[in-house]
């Protein structure tokens, strides 16, 4: 008979504390620290993402109770994976130094899992995925992830089914275009704002995830400056200058507004 599931075989412990392979000779004591810290984000990159893809669906059916519970959920991680940045800040410039040589190129810019949070929350670039050398499995994802609608679509259903007049163009875009700022749908948010408590609900919900991934973003290229300044980083981009130029929102048309109501 095989043995009755614990802790360890649910879990598989075992596996995942095999998983923590240090480059560094000694090995450095702070290389562990940068892996585990990797590894938690990426682990919560695929959670983001599960929750993210629930939540379109929750759009789709105009189950907006939900939604808000989902988002809420959202929010909390995003919050979890902000606060972690913490934890890393207390790697200084030397302790870096003493393993960064051993990163070789390896870098945020191949994380295909930020990648795809990008694309599903409407930022779609396919010049991103020509720069991935990553395994054919995460490739295949972030490929299909590309072609797929994003919240912002099932966003705009939403507010369609709701009665909102959304031109047939943004409903039918093409969803591998990034999203972009349309007047007409600014003017039925707007509507939304005035009149609909349900529907501005969501706005807001939209737009605390949106400033979520902004402050995680805003929090990395600090955490950058302070730990190698100006230095480029390892995958070839000028490094915090760079991170600067990303600091955009998601969701045009709700940050827009604001300026309306
Ligand atoms: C000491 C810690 C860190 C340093 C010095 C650092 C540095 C950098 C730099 C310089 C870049 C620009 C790309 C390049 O040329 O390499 C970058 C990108 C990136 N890093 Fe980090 N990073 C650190 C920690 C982290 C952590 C903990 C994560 C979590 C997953 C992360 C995720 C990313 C992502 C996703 C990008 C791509 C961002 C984009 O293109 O918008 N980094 N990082
Ligand atoms: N880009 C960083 C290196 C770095 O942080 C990194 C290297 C390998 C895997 C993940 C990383 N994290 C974020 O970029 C640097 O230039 O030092």
């Not at 240090?22 to 938690?40: A, T």
């Not at 994976?81 to 030397?94: F, G, S, Y």
């Not at 609900?201 to 949106?210: A, K």
């Amino acid at each position: 008979m095989s043995k009755a599931l614990n802790y360890g075989s649910y879990l598989r412990v075992d596996e995942l504390l095999q998983l923590q392979t240090p480059r560094s000779s000694g090995p450095e004591h702070d290389e562990l620290l940068f892996i585990v810290i990797h590894q938690v984000y990426e682990l919560w990159f695929k959670e983001l993402l599960h929750e993210i893809e629930y939540l379109q669906r929750l759009l789709c059916e105009n189950d907006a109770g939900r939604a808000a519970h989902t988002t809420r959920r959202i929010l909390a991680i995003l919050k979890t994976v902000v606060a972690q940045l913490d934890v890393l800040e207390t790697l200084t410039p030397l302790e870096f130094n003493s393993f960064r040589g051993f990163l070789e190129s390896a870098s945020g810019f191949q994380s295909t899992q930020f990648r795809e949070l990008e694309f599903i929350l409407g930022y779609k670039r396919e010049n991103v995925m020509r720069h991935m050398d990553d395994v054919e499995e995460a490739l295949r994802r972030l490929r299909q992830r590309f072609e797929q609608p994003t919240l912002w679509d099932a966003f705009l259903r939403y507010l369609a089914m709701n009665g909102f007049a959304i031109p047939p163009e943004q409903l039918e875009r093409d969803v591998r275009c990034p999203v972009q700022a349309s007047p007409e749908v600014q003017a039925q948010l707007v509507e939304a704002y005035r009149h609909n408590a349900t529907v501005s609900n969501v706005c807001e919900n939209l737009i605390d995830i949106d400033e979520g991934l902004q402050e995680w973003r805003y929090r990395h290229m600090k955490m950058v400056q302070r730990t190698i300044g100006v230095k480029s980083g390892t995958g070839g981009s000028p490094g915090a200058a760079y991170l600067g130029s990303t600091l955009k929102p998601f969701f045009p048309d709700l940050w827009a507004i604001r300026a309306q109501l």
